[in-house]
């Protein structure tokens, strides 16, 4: 197996889940931490913390459960690919297997809502997922990455894109 060879964690999710969120594939720090967003510079854990009222510094297992709390799977879209570093801009584009999202969906029928972290996600997701769902009721939204690569945005900017999500929530709960 090549050094530059990247692979997806399994999801994290209940078969309850109603919003899934969906990363592109892990970079480095969090495939050697075996975490989901472990770089310590990425604002993943922080907005969620902030969005759903847990402290950002739980236990990595006691973050899942708050994800899984409040209704949220969290996956990415690679099962694989080749990739020098952690960047999405490096991975190479011929390599991409997608994870099998047609057997997730059959597992999560209660999931209308798929949040993208960052345009890789959404492309990628685009490209090699969505011809085999697309008659799927699925709602997809696009949300600024959470990477300490996407410095174009502060914390309270892409915060405030994420609110979305608290929206979706309180949609859902309303049902």
């Given at each position: 197996m090549s050094s530059n060879f990247a692979a997806s964690f399994a999801p994290n999710s209940d078969t309850d889940a109603r919003i899934l969120i969906l990363g592109s594939i892990p970079g480095r720090e969090s495939?050697?931490?075996?975490?989901?967003?472990?770089?310590?510079?990425?604002?993943?854990?922080?907005?969620?913390a902030t969005l759903l009222g847990f402290a950002p510094d739980l236990p990595y297992a006691d973050r899942l459960l708050a994800l899984q709390r409040h209704g949220i799977a969290l996956w990415d879209v690679m099962h694989s690919c080749q990739r020098v570093g952690s960047l999405d801009a490096s991975i190479e584009p011929d390599s991409i297997e997608a994870n099998d999202f047609a057997a997730f969906f059959q597992r999560h029928t209660a999931i209308r809502s798929v949040f993208f972290n960052g345009a890789t996600a959404q492309a990628t997701y685009n490209k090699h997922v969505l011809p085999g769902v697309s008659a799927l009721p699925l709602q997809y939204t696009r949300l600024p990455s959470t990477s300490p690569a996407h410095a174009s945005l502060s914390f309270d900017q892409k915060l405030e894109a994420w609110k979305c999500i608290l929206?979706?929530?309180q949609a859902k709960s309303s049902l």
């Open positions: 495939l050697k931490a075996e975490r989901y967003y472990a770089h310590p510079r990425n604002q993943f854990w922080k907005i969620m929206d979706e929530l």
